[in-house]
């Protein structure tokens, strides 16, 4: 008979850790407080944590701080005057006196406690690094949550108290972000310097540092005066972060299976701080994601949609950016004496940055062609606005069009490198002239040119994303590649053109996402 063994896997779901209640009344100096007003009023006082009073006098009157505002914080007590000081005070005073100064102190120490708590929340935020989240997974705050990983690992091995210590920016320094069994005025000391801090430095090395008795081993540092103490690294797997403190109040060791314990419980520390930094990081993500699809939706909307109701006229343009913004924009409007203004731009920068420069270039054109009669002048103002308006960084390409509709005639000019052509049925012709850029000098000149539009040709105006998109042998498109496919079409409305440019630029490059591109037609129909 064969013996079979089965062997089961047990999954067990991991439990929250209780949260700590919060003491934000351990104020070290109270019970000089409490004794002083005793001594001057002659009535004791008490502080009682919790939200029911167990004090060992007979109470005449108490209030709890901050009734009704979340949870019980505590109470100060009145008992009854002489219950247990023999000296009565120089001057006795009555009771609503005393419960009146009562309530004053029990107001101070409110603010106090606030205090500490807020203190308590931006350690923690600082020690990951980012914004407060609103959370609705009942998890609590991150400090809340800092100081329950704290208290389990402490008391997992048998401790009685526990701190996370994490490094500046520039790894000079430690400063105490969270504590458990500590008072949180620890959190208002100043940072430890990272040199000389023995043990800290061995436990980022990756050693566990166990002291058994931590008070005659001063060489080693140990930032709080327990009997004995351990040390272990928080770190992230590629990140070192700080380190854990854990000390007792009895001279003990800690085993190695303690030791262990206390490293899982670094681990947690690290994984909790990583994950609310990747949070504030996601949400801070998720904001500028919303912001860039509204710029985005604001630039593809200040594009041209309607051409302009003219006899004998046709306008048409296309334009796609390799990022969500880009630098690349074609324009047109209609001017007085039955004219038109034409644009085509490209931004050197892309992104954002491009989007920009388009905008400032875009703007500036629409400003001046309502006054300027000769492209070469208008693209000089535009160039100098572009040059005065900005750090001297920005530059863009530039093709400025003022088209006499009633003679055909087109005034224009181009800085920078763009593809200008004519094309008709049968042939086309390249009227490209290559100037300095916009942006680079304020003492830039630009050459003008006059092209007289026949019925039935077509100015189209292209960008580099047109021109120099390879194809997978490495060869550009050019002026000619894309001409080739117009001219067999050189009939066809200006919207049937720019689809058709559109699709040449498809199948010739290997990849035309990589570059801003634009394309402007302007047609002379038949009449």
Same mark, same amino acid.
């Given at each position: 008979? *064969?013996?079979?063994?089965?062997?089961?896997?047990?999954?067990?779901?991991?439990?929250?850790?209780?949260?700590?209640?919060?003491? @934000?009344?351990?104020? &070290?100096?109270?019970?000089? $407080?409490?004794?002083? #007003?005793?001594?001057?009023?002659?009535?004791?006082?008490?502080?009682?944590?919790?939200?029911?009073?167990?004090?060992?006098?007979?109470?005449?009157?108490?209030?709890?701080?901050?009734?009704? $505002?979340? @949870?019980?914080?505590?109470?100060?007590?009145?008992?009854?005057?002489?219950?247990?000081?023999?000296?009565?005070?120089?001057?006795?005073?009555?009771? @609503?006196?005393?419960?009146?100064?009562?309530?004053?102190?029990?107001?101070?120490?409110q603010e106090l406690s606030e205090t500490e708590l807020a203190l308590r929340d931006r350690e923690a935020e600082l020690a990951a690094g980012v914004t407060p989240l609103p959370t609705d997974s009942g998890?609590?705050?991150?400090?809340?949550?800092?100081?329950?990983?704290?208290?389990?690992?402490?008391?997992?091995?048998?401790?009685?108290?526990?701190?996370?210590?994490?490094?500046?920016?520039?790894?000079?320094?430690?400063?105490?972000?969270?504590? !458990?069994?500590?008072?949180?005025?620890?959190?208002?000391?100043?940072?430890?310097?990272?040199?000389?801090?023995?043990?800290?430095?061995?436990?980022?090395?990756?050693?566990?540092?166990?002291?058994?008795?931590?008070?005659?081993?001063?060489? !080693?540092?140990?930032?709080?005066?327990?009997?004995?103490?351990?040390?272990?690294? $928080?770190?992230?797997?590629?990140?070192?972060?700080?380190?854990?403190?854990?000390?007792?109040?009895?001279?003990?060791?800690?085993?190695?299976?303690?030791?262990?314990?206390?490293?899982?419980?670094?681990?947690?520390?690290?994984?909790?701080?990583?994950?609310?930094?990747?949070?504030?990081q996601g949400a801070g993500g998720t904001y500028w994601r919303h912001q860039l699809a509204a710029a985005e939706r604001a630039q593809r909307g200040s594009l041209p949609t309607m051409a302009p109701l003219?006899?004998?006229?046709?306008?048409?343009?296309?334009?796609?950016?390799?990022?969500?913004?880009?630098?690349?924009? #074609?324009?047109?409007?209609?001017?007085?004496?039955?004219?038109?203004?034409?644009?085509?731009?490209?931004?050197?920068?892309?992104? *954002?940055?491009?989007?920009?420069?388009?905008?400032?270039?875009?703007?500036?054109?629409?400003?001046?062609?309502?006054?300027?009669?000769?492209? &070469?002048?208008?693209?000089?103002?535009?160039?100098?606005?572009?040059?005065?308006?900005?750090?001297?960084?920005?530059?863009?390409?530039? #093709?400025?069009?003022?088209?006499?509709?009633?003679?055909? &005639? *087109?005034?224009?000019?181009?800085?920078?490198?763009?593809?200008?052509?004519? *094309?008709?049925?049968?042939? !086309?012709?390249?009227?490209?002239?290559?100037?300095?850029?916009?942006?680079?000098? @304020?003492?830039?000149?630009?050459?003008?040119?006059?092209?007289?539009?026949?019925?039935?040709?077509?100015?189209? $105006? #292209?960008?580099?994303?047109?021109?120099?998109?390879?194809?997978?042998?490495?060869?550009?498109?050019?002026?000619?590649?894309?001409?080739?496919?117009?001219?067999?079409?050189?009939?066809? =409305?200006?919207?049937?053109?720019?689809?058709?440019?559109?699709?040449?630029?498809? =199948?010739?490059?290997?990849?035309?996402?990589?570059?801003?591109?634009?394309?402007?037609?302007?047609k002379r129909t038949p009449t």
């Open positions: 008979m *064969v013996e079979t063994r089965v062997e089961y896997l047990r999954v067990y779901s991991e439990q929250p850790s209780e949260t700590p209640r919060p003491e @934000p009344l351990a104020v &070290e100096s109270l019970p000089k $407080v409490i004794a002083a #007003f005793e001594q001057a009023t002659g009535w004791p006082l008490e502080h009682v944590p919790g939200p029911k009073s167990n004090s060992r006098h007979s109470l005449t009157w108490s209030t709890p701080v901050s009734p009704g $505002v979340g @949870p019980t914080l505590g109470h100060l007590s009145l008992g009854r005057r002489g219950s247990t000081s023999d000296a009565p005070p120089a001057t006795p005073i009555d009771q @609503p006196t005393a419960e009146h100064l009562a309530e004053a102190l029990d107001a101070l120490l998890e609590g705050s991150l400090a809340e949550r800092l100081e329950a990983v704290l208290k389990g690992g402490a008391e997992a091995v048998g401790a009685h108290a526990a701190a996370l210590y994490l490094l500046d920016e520039i790894t000079s320094e430690l400063k105490l972000r969270s504590v !458990w069994g500590l008072p949180r005025s620890r959190l208002r000391k100043p940072a430890r310097p990272l040199a000389g801090a023995l043990a800290d430095l061995e436990a980022m090395l990756g050693h566990a540092v166990v002291l058994e008795d931590a008070r005659i081993m001063q060489r !080693w540092k140990v930032p709080e005066d327990f009997a004995s103490a351990v040390c272990v690294p $928080v770190s992230s797997p590629t990140t070192i972060l700080g380190t854990l403190w854990i000390f007792s109040r009895d001279k003990r060791d800690f085993n190695e299976r303690q030791t262990n314990v206390i490293e899982v419980t670094a681990g947690r520390l690290a994984a909790d701080l990583e994950r609310e930094t990747l949070l504030g003219l006899d004998d006229w046709q306008t048409a343009g296309w334009v796609a950016q390799a990022d969500q913004l880009g630098g690349d924009f #074609f324009d047109w409007f209609c001017l007085p004496e039955s004219r038109m203004a034409i644009a085509l731009g490209d931004a050197a920068a892309r992104g *954002v940055e491009g989007a920009l420069s388009a905008g400032a270039v875009k703007a500036s054109f629409r400003s001046h062609a309502q006054y300027q009669r000769r492209a &070469e002048q208008l693209l000089g103002q535009v160039n100098l606005t572009l040059w005065t308006g900005s750090s001297g960084d920005q530059s863009a390409n530039l #093709f400025a069009g003022l088209v006499d509709t009633a003679s055909g &005639e *087109v005034h224009f000019g181009s800085a920078g490198q763009l593809g200008v052509m004519v *094309v008709r049925p049968g042939g !086309w012709e390249s009227l490209s002239q290559p100037s300095p850029a916009l942006g680079v000098s @304020p003492e830039s000149q630009y050459q003008g040119q006059t092209y007289e539009l026949q019925p039935g040709e077509s100015l189209v $105006v #292209f960008s580099d994303g047109f021109r120099e998109a390879i194809d997978r042998q490495g060869r550009p498109l050019g002026e000619a590649g894309l001409a080739e496919a117009l001219v067999d079409h050189a009939g066809a =409305t200006a919207e049937q053109l720019v689809r058709i440019a559109q699709n040449r630029l498809a =199948t010739h490059a290997a990849a035309p996402e990589k570059m801003d591109r634009a394309v402007l037609v302007v």
